[in-house]
């Protein structure tokens, strides 16, 4: 039965959406699971997922929308046996069954095509072999991760330096990149478009070895074909098995010694990464605001439907919080805890001053409610008001503590990124305004968020934004701060007594009085 939601007392919302969304999901697992084959060394669990994670990527949107509809216009769930469009597919609402007609299957059929010939003429596309070893892959790092002025440095060392082994012992690395900027350690580190495709035309396969891929990947197409026609669904998933020959080829000779990607990926991780014999799969979590605004009074949580159909070998975590509540939705997979992970090392810290009080403020990126509708997200916790609201109150107790402790209080604040047309506008026009009037001393984005960190007596920080972590693992105290006083705290950190929440501008005060009490008694 769908989940179904009290329209006398709360409004539906993205958490309620979440949980119905995914009792629909395991109906799809299930159906598919009972039908599907193995192919071509494929189990039907792994076809299964791979497939069900394609179903939530093109269903969730249609989903939401489709629930605020018949909420709003009949205040009721999707009714059983409704056919959601998804575009690419239609899903059966109570019983699961995904369904493909044959206009969308050829459309599908079109992608697979153009990807296995652009796989099928890299396999003739050979370059000087300039390595001959395993090659660690890397996909989803942002530019701005790698490279400070076109210079991959700070990368580099990260890598070398860092706390992630694999990271760290890796013999040749191709990076997923657009930038064409060309690696200061051009012999380890290469910035490629195609990690995989360029690893192949990098590898000694010898000419048999070319000829048998080539044959391969030809088989291929009509054991595809054989397949999607029996299973009209699978080519939801059309792409994926364009590259699994090749995959296939370097992953026999050992070709790959890791596979990475980021949290950036965590909706899709492609058939041909899963069910390696050779090389593992990693996910990097680059941050830890992975868990769905709970609004009060309810205090039953949801997660992100993509969360549990994430299927790699390891992933690797800031805090011990996090990484159990990640292992209850890949119980089978290897989970690291390493401390925060920002792509570059810490540099001596600075300690704060003695002579004022430092706060550093963390927002988040506040945008429309059309376009965190889009993210399935409502109603929108980071919509410009209460971004608004979170810098009044901080500007209001910067004035209380100027009066309590007689000291100047030097409020300063790190915007999560810099504007892009998505975000709202004036939200960083007033912050430039306050920049400009001395009320807050406004910083770089790009700025060095440990230095940040540690020259600070106390952090601020928008729910559920990582940089709370970070200050936790520096031991400097941090207090999450809700400036409407709606939702429940659910963070991830490992330690109550460095990373705080605050309901109210009373108890914002309240907690930052107690903890610069420990540096200014």
């Not at 706390?163 to 013999?171: A, E, F, R, S, W």
């Not at 892009?420 to 430039?432: A, I, V």
């Amino acid at each position: 039965m769908s989940f179904s939601f009290s329209t006398e007392k709360l409004k539906l919302n993205s958490n309620h959406c979440n949980l119905s969304f995914d009792q629909e999901i395991q109906k799809v697992f299930e159906q598919l699971l009972s039908r599907l084959p193995s192919f071509l060394g494929y189990s039907s669990q792994v076809l299964t997922e791979r497939l069900t994670q394609r179903v939530i990527e093109i269903g969730r949107l249609p989903f939401t929308l489709t629930s605020k509809y018949f909420y709003e216009k009949e205040e009721k769930s999707i009714p059983i046996g409704y056919k959601l469009d998804c575009g690419r597919a239609e899903i059966e609402i109570g019983s699961g069954v995904v369904s493909v007609s044959w206009k969308q299957w050829l459309y599908n059929q079109a992608e697979f095509i153009l990807h296995w010939a652009y796989c099928f003429l890299n396999i003739f596309r050979i370059r000087f072999y300039r390595n001959s070893l395993p090659a660690t892959l890397i996909f989803g790092v942002g530019e701005e991760s790698l490279f400070i002025e076109k210079s991959d440095r700070r990368f580099v060392e990260y890598c070398r330096s860092g706390q992630i082994p694999p990271l760290k012992n890796g013999k040749w690395f191709l990076i997923q990149s657009f930038s064409g900027n060309i690696s200061s350690n051009p012999s380890e580190f290469s910035y490629v478009k195609n990690p995989l495709l360029n690893l192949l035309s990098e590898t000694r396969l010898g000419f048999f070895g070319r000829v048998q891929l080539l044959i391969n990947h030809s088989i291929l197409i009509f054991l595809y074909s054989y397949l999607v026609f029996r299973f009209r669904s699978l080519s939801l998933i059309a792409k994926d098995f364009a590259y699994i020959a090749i995959l296939a080829s370097l992953d026999k000779r050992q070709k790959i010694q890791e596979i990475f990607l980021t949290c950036s990926s965590f909706g899709i991780q492609p058939l041909w990464m899963r069910s390696l014999k050779n090389a593992e799969t990693n996910m990097i979590w680059y941050a830890q605001n992975w868990q769905p605004i709970v609004t009060l009074p309810e205090t039953k949580k949801s997660n992100i439907p993509f969360l549990r159909w994430i299927r790699v070998d390891r992933h690797w975590v800031w805090t011990h919080s996090f990484a159990g509540y990640l292992k209850t939705l890949s119980p089978k997979a290897k989970i690291e805890s390493v401390g925060p992970i920002v792509w570059y090392s810490p540099d001596a810290l600075v300690k704060p001053p003695v002579d004022a009080i430092q706060i550093t403020v963390f927002d988040i990126s506040p945008y429309s409610d059309e376009i965190a509708l889009e993210y399935c997200e409502f109603p929108n916790y980071n919509c410009p008001d209460n971004l608004n609201l979170f810098i009044e109150d901080i500007l209001s107790l910067k004035k209380n503590l100027e009066k309590k402790y007689s000291l100047p209080v030097r409020v300063r604040l790190k915007t999560k990124r810099g504007y892009r047309s998505s975000y709202d506008r004036q939200y960083f026009n007033t912050l430039e305004k306050l920049d400009r009037k001395g009320g807050i001393n406004l910083l770089y984005h790009m700025a060095d968020v440990f230095n940040l960190i540690s020259e600070s007596h106390l952090i601020i920080v928008y729910p559920f934004s990582s940089p709370a972590y970070i200050a936790e693992h520096l031991k400097i105290p941090a207090i999450y701060y809700d400036p409407t006083s709606s939702i429940l705290r659910w963070d991830f950190a490992d330690s109550e007594s460095w990373v705080h929440f605050a309901h109210s501008r009373k108890e914002l005060e309240s907690l930052s009085v107690r903890e610069l009490n420990k540096s200014f008694a």
